[in-house]
């Protein structure tokens, strides 16, 4: 498998399809942040309704139905690699005008030029060529289309990261690529209208909520080749005394997300 570019650490695909479908109906409990990301993005929105509208990485079709009161009469594509997300959404918010697509980002199963508006939050990190999904925004997008991306940086639960490193050499956190090959994966054509940074916090009693949230979102460790059985109970231990380091003055446990939000435009 391909390596990936900035870390040298590959992200399976199979396993986030597979892990995403098992989480769909235990996803949005747990999913505080995410939502306060999208909402950040929603906020971005365009005024003018586009003639056509994609959902990438629609997950639970949450956002699909804030898409949906935003534009009502614009056709909505809900767009994500895990079937499960996918069965779950038109089960649990079927929405009128939209269609319901399994495929993958760095392959979209769409013609050239068919889509005025992408919007897609926390969804493109488990890409692993950068290079390869930008074309395909800009071969999707009409002229002067545009794509509204939120996604998260390598900086993105660097504590826990630190604490596993404290206990062997595994990869045990998902590795996410940075903002300057983001933006030097962008092919001509398609243009950085706005680019934000943003460092999230999430504070927890101990470190087991945290690890708890990771499951339930489906989004612990996708690396290829590394060990999918439990983790023995020692490691375990050493794990919460490696990161009880950075318990703060509240007598919590930190864990940092580094969000990027994009607006990209494609210009011809």
Not at 140 to 158: C, D, K, S, Y
Not at 188 to 200: K, N
């Amino acid at each position: 498998m391909s390596r990936h570019p900035s870390t040298g650490s590959a992200i399976d695909k199979a396993r986030v399809a597979a892990s995403f479908s098992r989480c769909a109906a235990s996803y949005d409990s747990v999913a505080q942040l995410q939502r306060d990301i999208g909402q950040q993005l929603i906020d971005q929105l365009p005024a003018e309704a586009p003639a056509r509208l994609l959902d990438l990485g629609s997950g639970t079709g949450y956002f699909g139905e804030l898409l949906r009161q935003r534009y009502p009469q614009s056709p909505l594509l809900s767009l994500d690699i895990a079937a499960g997300m996918l069965a779950y959404a038109r089960e649990q918010r079927p929405l009128a005008n939209a269609h319901w697509v399994c495929g993958d980002a760095e392959q979209l199963p769409l013609a050239d030029d068919s889509i005025e508006l992408v919007f897609s939050s926390l969804a493109i990190q488990w890409c692993q060529h950068p290079e390869q999904l930008f074309a395909e925004l800009a071969r999707v997008l009409m002229p002067g289309g545009r794509a509204l991306l939120a996604t998260l940086g390598p900086e993105t639960l660097t504590e826990l990261r630190q604490a596993w490193a404290a206990v062997d050499d595994y990869v045990h956190v998902n590795r996410f690529i940075g903002a300057d090959a983001l933006q030097q994966a962008l092919p001509a054509g398609l243009c950085v209208e706005r680019f934000e940074e943003q460092r999230r916090v999430l504070c927890y009693p101990q470190l087991r909520q945290l690890t708890h949230e990771l499951k339930h979102l489906g989004a612990h460790n996708m690396n290829a080749g590394q060990p999918t059985g439990l983790t023995g109970r020692q490691r375990v231990l050493a794990l919460k005394q490696a990161y009880e380091q950075f318990r703060d003055e509240n007598d919590l446990l930190p864990a940092t997300y580094q969000v990027y939000y994009l607006i990209l435009r494609k210009e011809y």
